[in-house]
């Protein structure tokens, strides 16, 4: 079957780095992308990944391994507003999309 | 531009009854998804169309229906909702197969 692995729930201070993992098992690959969503609120496009290696978007960066089916989300100088899930999904061989469960990101002061 | 419009925002619904839930959208965009989101799942597709008469069903169809007649809407319908169809539902649409998703401000769907 299709699979995603990311942690539950992680926690981070603001102005530090974390880094948000995803692992996948899907049948073909034509892309990883990462998504975030507050509270209450509708996914929004981050990032997407198609080649191996590092996309880096400002504060947020992702990585893809495709030979090893891993990707993360890398978030710097952490802000309270980055409190939030973040949702990795793969693109199969048939174009379908298969998420994961999403990681709650909680930041303290 | 909202782009992506879904309605209702919230709706109280009993078991039995027929509900529709609105997607539109003013960008044109080919793909149109339904999905649903509840706690300890990830986002579940219910169904989605690629272009106007032309539908499929996803991970979790059964018990709903949808209809494309025109490109800009895609109305999603409980026939007989039940209790295990609380959640929120989410319309997104994309300009292609390998493009990200907009997501609507979703649908939050309780039946009692």
């Known amino acids: 079957g299709q699979n995603i692995d990311q942690p539950t729930e992680m926690t981070a201070t603001e102005g530090a780095i974390v880094q948000i993992n995803c692992t996948y098992q899907?049948?073909?690959?034509?892309?990883l992308f990462w998504y975030q969503q507050h509270a209450g609120e509708a996914p929004t496009f981050l990032s997407y990944?198609?080649l191996d290696g590092l996309e880096e978007k400002g504060r947020f960066s992702s990585f893809l391994s495709r030979s090893k089916g891993y990707s993360y989300l890398l978030l710097k100088e952490l802000q309270m507003k980055d409190s939030a899930s973040y949702l990795c999904a793969v693109l199969d061989s048939n174009y379908q999309l298969i998420w994961g469960a999403g990681t709650k990101l909680i930041i303290k002061p | 531009d909202a782009g992506i419009t879904q309605s209702p925002r919230y709706k109280i619904t009993e078991t039995g009854r027929q509900v529709t839930l609105m997607c539109h959208q003013t960008?044109?965009?080919?793909?149109m998804f339904w999905y649903r989101q509840d706690l300890g799942h990830g986002l579940r597709l219910i169904y989605y169309?690629?272009?106007?008469?032309?539908?499929d069903k996803g991970e979790v169809p059964d018990g709903y229906v949808v209809s494309r007649s025109k490109t800009e809407n895609f109305p999603l319908t409980l026939e007989s909702a039940t209790r295990s169809q609380t959640s929120v539902y989410f319309c997104?649409?994309?300009?292609?197969?390998?493009?990200?998703?907009?997501f609507g401000n979703g649908t939050r769907l309780t039946v009692t």
């Open positions: 960008w044109s965009h080919s793909y």
């Open positions: 899907t049948s073909g690959f034509n892309g």
């Open positions: 990944n198609v």
């Open positions: 169309s690629a272009a106007a008469d032309i539908t």
């Open positions: 997104a649409l994309s300009g292609g197969e390998n493009s990200p998703l907009h």
